[in-house]
């Protein structure tokens, strides 16, 4: 493959994400949209939006082969040198997600089909970088030699626009969700009821249930989005879109990065409480969030478990766990977050550390594999996009993904929401379903301040 040549354009502004998609992706066939700008706790603050010129996408579906091997050739056939002022940043490489099918790869089972695909992945030669901390933005264009500067062109004449519009509320944001879930609530109940059996006979100790919201179909994917994170911004809020397909994501929750140095580090959230207006009010609910037994319990089993993930492609000694079941407050919650970390052993790379670790442990429970297989015995249908990974590969080895959560996946057939949580022994079945809803109604952009109190 013929070496590739990195154009890059640098603004002395930090763009608007919203002008930038307006005006440049709005009709391209595939863009992206992954939103940096909207967390308020960050080492550095990056948004990436762009597009595939010759839409070169890969969509692919368990059964057809393994993705992550492709990506990891994919990746070692184009690795090059990006230009220093990307450091850091985002050079180029892949974006997309990989659906929580894609378990059949890493040790499930193909209990059901998704009728999107178990794999998307966008090469990202086309982009824009917003450094919003640095006030800085690059237009980039990757290319083998000659190519590119008619797109940085256009970038930087799109750049000079200003859009800014009012969000209204989507259709369904109004509709109850109730009504509208795959297993109403004396099922989900039952299934309930069913994992405690199993936890009881010692099968597992924790299982994430979920379930699906299934809605009518939305005019405006794109605009869908807007009002989702202007409902409830997010750390890891993302837009995707190839062809008829969306993906609009609120999603607080790290799955894995990988940086330069090939340190890996994973970043479970499990317990959230709502922030409180009152200075005195707010400090007491996040005392009692550090203290719950069962957010603890919940927040630990996770831990040992991605701890065993991350060990399978780390260097020994080097899986450390540098900050445990710590409180983080953001604007709207505060949260329970572990950070697990490991250094990678040589030859392996970001695509292996995430073969390792998927699916997420925090949407699976514990042990995993058995866990796994509870979870397809109780719940109907695929997950699909719902509980698996999104976010970016990049040509110099680093890689930025969340946890598939607070999401809408909308085609022209409808639009489905997953929603669930950890069970444990002395898990409420009553209130396990109350956050269940709750958590769907999050991702419609519905739930305001209730928010915060949803966990897992």
């Given at each position: 493959?013929?070496?590739?040549?990195?154009?890059?354009?640098?603004?002395?502004r930090?763009?608007d994400?919203?002008?930038?998609?307006?005006?440049l992706?709005?009709?391209?066939p595939?863009?992206?949209w992954?939103d940096?700008?909207?967390?308020?706790?960050?080492?550095?603050?990056?948004?990436?939006?762009?597009?595939?010129?010759?839409?070169?996408?890969?969509?692919?579906?368990?059964?057809?082969?393994?993705?992550?091997?492709?990506?990891?050739?994919?990746?070692?056939?184009?690795?090059?040198e990006?230009?220093?002022?990307?450091?850091?940043?985002?050079?180029?490489?892949?974006?997309?997600?990989f659906?929580?099918?894609l378990?059949?790869?890493?040790?499930?089972?193909?209990?059901?089909?998704?009728?999107?695909?178990?794999?998307?992945w966008?090469?990202?030669?086309?982009?824009?970088?917003?450094?919003?901390?640095?006030?800085?933005?690059?237009?980039?264009?990757?290319?083998?030699?000659?190519?590119?500067?008619?797109?940085?062109?256009?970038?930087?004449?799109?750049?000079?626009?200003w859009w800014?519009?009012?969000?209204?509320?989507?259709?369904?944001?109004?509709?109850?969700?109730?009504?509208?879930l795959?297993?109403?609530?004396?099922?989900?109940?039952?299934?309930?009821a069913?994992?405690?059996?199993e936890l009881e006979?010692?099968?597992?100790?924790?299982?994430?249930?979920?379930n699906?919201?299934?809605?009518?179909?939305?005019?405006?994917?794109?605009?869908?989005?807007?009002?989702?994170?202007?409902?409830?911004?997010?750390?890891?809020?993302?837009?995707?879109?190839?062809?008829?397909?969306?993906?609009?994501s609120?999603s607080?929750?790290?799955f894995?990065?990988v940086?330069?140095?090939?340190?890996?580090?994973?970043?479970?959230?499990?317990?959230?409480a709502?922030?409180?207006?009152?200075?005195?009010e707010?400090?007491?609910?996040?005392?009692?969030?550090?203290?719950?037994?069962?957010?603890?319990?919940?927040?630990?089993?996770?831990?040992?478990?991605?701890?065993?993930d991350?060990?399978?492609?780390?260097?020994?000694?080097t899986?450390?766990v540098?900050?445990?079941?710590?409180?983080?407050?953001?604007?709207?919650?505060?949260?329970?977050?572990?950070?697990?970390?490991?250094?990678?052993?040589?030859?392996?790379?970001?695509?292996?550390?995430?073969?390792?670790?998927?699916?997420?442990?925090?949407?699976?429970?514990?042990?995993?594999?058995?866990?796994?297989?509870?979870i397809d015995?109780?719940?109907?249908?695929?997950?699909?996009?719902?509980?698996?990974?999104?976010?970016?590969?990049?040509?110099?080895?680093?890689?930025?993904?969340?946890?598939?959560?607070?999401t809408?996946?909308?085609?022209?057939?409808?639009?489905?929401?997953?929603?669930g949580?950890?069970?444990?022994?002395?898990?409420?079945?009553?209130?396990?379903?109350?956050?269940?809803?709750?958590?769907?109604t999050?991702?419609?952009g519905?739930?305001?301040?209730?928010?915060?109190?949803?966990?897992g």
């Amino acid at each position: 493959m013929s070496a590739l040549r990195w154009s890059v354009r640098t603004l002395d502004r930090a763009l608007d994400g919203e002008t930038v998609y307006r005006e440049l992706l709005a009709a391209e066939p595939v863009a992206y949209w992954l939103d940096g700008s909207l967390t308020d706790r960050a080492p550095r603050r990056v948004s990436v939006l762009g597009t595939s010129v010759g839409a070169e996408v890969i969509t692919r579906d368990v059964a057809v082969g393994d993705v992550f091997a492709e990506l990891n050739q994919l990746l070692a056939d184009r690795a090059g040198e990006p230009p220093a002022e990307l450091a850091g940043l985002f050079c180029g490489g892949y974006v997309g997600y990989f659906g929580y099918e894609l378990k059949a790869l890493t040790g499930g089972r193909a209990a059901h089909e998704s009728p999107t695909p178990d794999a998307l992945w966008i090469w990202a030669n086309r982009f824009v970088v917003i450094d919003h901390d640095h006030d800085r933005t690059y237009l980039v264009a990757v290319d083998e030699p000659g190519a590119g500067e008619s797109w940085l062109d256009r970038a930087e004449t799109a750049a000079a626009d200003w859009w800014m519009g009012s969000v209204d509320a989507p259709a369904i944001a109004a509709l109850d969700l109730e009504a509208h879930l795959e297993q109403d609530r004396a099922t989900y109940l039952a299934g309930i009821a069913r994992v405690l059996e199993e936890l009881e006979a010692g099968q597992t100790y924790e299982v994430n249930l979920t379930n699906r919201v299934r809605l009518p179909a939305v005019q405006d994917p794109f605009e869908f989005f807007r009002w989702q994170r202007s409902a409830n911004p997010a750390p890891y809020a993302a837009f995707l879109r190839y062809g008829d397909l969306a993906v609009a994501s609120s999603s607080p929750e790290r799955f894995l990065t990988v940086d330069a140095d090939g340190w890996a580090e994973c970043r479970p959230i499990k317990g959230t409480a709502p922030r409180d207006l009152d200075p005195a009010e707010d400090q007491l609910a996040a005392k009692a969030l550090a203290e719950d037994d069962k957010t603890r319990a919940e927040n630990l089993m996770i831990v040992d478990l991605i701890r065993n993930d991350l060990g399978r492609v780390s260097v020994p000694g080097t899986v450390t766990v540098p900050q445990l079941m710590q409180v983080e407050s953001y604007r709207t919650m505060h949260q329970l977050v572990t950070t697990v970390r490991g250094r990678l052993r040589d030859g392996l790379t970001a695509v292996d550390a995430v073969r390792a670790c998927f699916p997420p442990g925090s949407m699976t429970g514990a042990p995993k594999i058995r866990t796994m297989e509870i979870i397809d015995e109780l719940e109907w249908s695929a997950r699909g996009v719902y509980s698996g990974a999104l976010g970016y590969l990049s040509l110099d080895g680093r890689a930025d993904l969340s946890v598939v959560i607070r999401t809408a996946v909308l085609t022209p057939d409808g639009t489905v929401i997953g929603a669930g949580g950890a069970i444990v022994l002395d898990s409420d079945p009553v209130a396990e379903y109350e956050e269940m809803v709750l958590k769907a109604t999050a991702a419609v952009g519905r739930a305001g301040r209730g928010y915060g109190s949803f966990r897992g």
